[in-house]
């Protein structure tokens, strides 16, 4: 399963966020939108981002200073946008770490035809490097999940197996502790090689996986349920 890929509008102006957000969807994208730094930092670590289209004036942090601090902490490709159209805040902006700049007004049709260069630009970068990732091994409670080997393994030594869907979902939770997820944000997080197969089936592997982390799957103290909202996993995480 191809899952469109997902844009991050954030802008102070909430017209221009929901004009931005109903074109990209119109052709297929899916958005999300953000008003400040602190609303985008959120949306940010609750689901996969491809893109952020990412305006220079905006209140509290500005763009700049949240361009710089995106470009040091991951690689997902980021789309100025702003009024001021001197070429000195271009290249300050390219500078900060910035994949393209679009002054303001502009069309519909040239931001979609910038968004889809930007990501054929950069997924191919990304295929034709290695992958820089370190393997991880998050321990919790009993269990440590590794991520190089993709295995489950309890401190007395014993291995649990875990499907594809089960490692991925076990993954999204253990690097968000603490933090409430609901069935689009697991998916969101889950997707890829195992997508097709995790689709509407995010508690079917919650209660698989409680069968095996828990003493008793029927009154669970790792992952919990929070009605209304979703799934927590409530232990302290350990990285190493």
């Known amino acids: 399963m191809i899952t469109a890929p997902h844009i991050l509008i954030v802008d102070d102006h909430h017209e221009i966020r929901d004009l931005v957000s ?8 899916r958005a999300s939108t953000a008003s400040d730094g602190k609303s985008m930092r959120k949306v940010l670590a609750d689901s996969r981002v491809d893109m952020v289209l990412l305006d220079l ?4 942090e500005d763009g700049l200073s949240l ?16 009024a001021k159209g001197e070429e000195i805040d271009r290249v300050i902006g390219l500078e900060m770490g910035a ?12 931001l979609i035809a910038r968004i889809r260069a930007v990501l054929r630009r950069t997924q191919s970068e ?3 490097q290695p992958s820089a990732d370190r393997p991880k091994n998050y321990r919790f409670d009993r269990w440590t999940l590794s991520t190089g080997a993709r295995e489950l393994l309890r401190d007395d030594g014993l291995v649990i197996p875990l499907s594809t869907g089960e490692f991925e979902l ?23 090689q195992a997508a097709a197969a995790f689709d509407r089936s995010v508690d079917t592997k919650i209660s698989r996986l409680r069968k095996k982390l828990e003493g008793d799957a029927s009154d669970p103290k790792i992952i919990k349920t929070v009605w209304g909202g979703g799934y927590v996993f409530a232990v302290e995480v350990v990285i190493e």
Do not use: W
């Open 22 to 29: 109903r074109a990209l969807i119109k052709v297929g994208f």
């Open 57 to 60: 004036m905006l209140p509290g």
């Open 67 to 82: 361009c710089r601090s995106l470009r040091a902490e991951t690689n997902i490709p980021i789309i100025m946008i702003t």
């Open 99 to 110: 994949d393209d700049y679009l002054p303001k007004p502009f069309g519909s049709r040239e």
């Open 126 to 128: 990304e295929r034709s």
């Open 170 to 192: 076990l993954l999204a939770l253990v690097e968000r502790p603490h933090r409430v997820l609901n069935r689009d944000q697991l998916l969101d997080l889950t997707r890829g």
